[in-house]
């Protein structure tokens, strides 16, 4: 039977997975991308000589900014199933590296950002979809604090 850090850590490389690099799932989760490379790599901790594990706290971070079920960490996977993020993206956005037309879109802000990531490659698109979701979280609970 597997730990709940091995556990951990084949979901987190299912997630790098995802989200196609370390440094985009990095972005997505407001970590270092040396934070994400040492949990990768399970990096000795040069204080206390264990390697690096995904706790609980971090856990729920990661289940909380990649809009995952609480507990879907501490479950094995196979892949980023029906439950997971690919679940809420078909449902809510398009494919985060398929662009709508330009001219589309009512919203001329969001027609000149849609130019602007038709200029990046597919590394760059998702790294900004990262970004973008770190945004959106924050403002997602400030609102939620304004509100309660």
């Given at each position: 039977m597997k730990?709940?850090?091995?556990i951990r850590h084949?979901?987190?490389?299912?997630?790098?997975g995802k989200f196609?690099?370390?440094?985009?799932?990095?972005?997505?989760v407001?970590?270092?991308?040396?934070?994400?490379?040492?949990?990768?790599?399970?990096?000795?901790?040069?204080a206390?000589?264990?390697?690096?594990?995904?706790?609980?706290d971090?856990?729920?971070?990661?289940e909380?900014?990649?809009?995952?079920?609480?507990?879907w960490f501490?479950?094995?996977?196979t892949?980023?199933d029906?439950e997971?993020?690919?679940?809420h993206?078909?449902?809510?956005?398009?494919a985060?590296?398929?662009?709508?037309?330009r001219?589309?879109h009512?919203?001329?802000?969001?027609?000149k950002?849609?130019?602007?990531l038709?200029?990046?490659?597919r590394e760059?698109?998702?790294e900004?979809?990262?970004?973008?979701?770190?945004?959106?979280?924050?403002h997602?609970?400030t609102a939620?604090?304004s509100?309660?």
């Amino acid at each position: 039977m597997k730990t709940i850090d091995e556990i951990r850590h084949e979901n987190l490389l299912l997630l790098i997975g995802k989200f196609g690099t370390v440094q985009a799932l990095a972005n997505a989760v407001g970590k270092s991308h040396a934070q994400i490379s040492q949990l990768k790599t399970r990096a000795v901790h040069s204080a206390t000589g264990k390697p690096r594990t995904i706790g609980d706290d971090l856990a729920r971070t990661f289940e909380q900014r990649c809009d995952l079920p609480l507990g879907w960490f501490d479950n094995p996977h196979t892949s980023i199933d029906a439950e997971g993020p690919d679940h809420h993206q078909q449902q809510s956005t398009p494919a985060p590296l398929d662009l709508p037309q330009r001219s589309a879109h009512p919203d001329p802000h969001i027609r000149k950002a849609i130019a602007i990531l038709e200029g990046l490659d597919r590394e760059g698109r998702i790294e900004a979809l990262g970004a973008i979701k770190v945004v959106a979280a924050s403002h997602h609970r400030t609102a939620s604090r304004s509100a309660g």
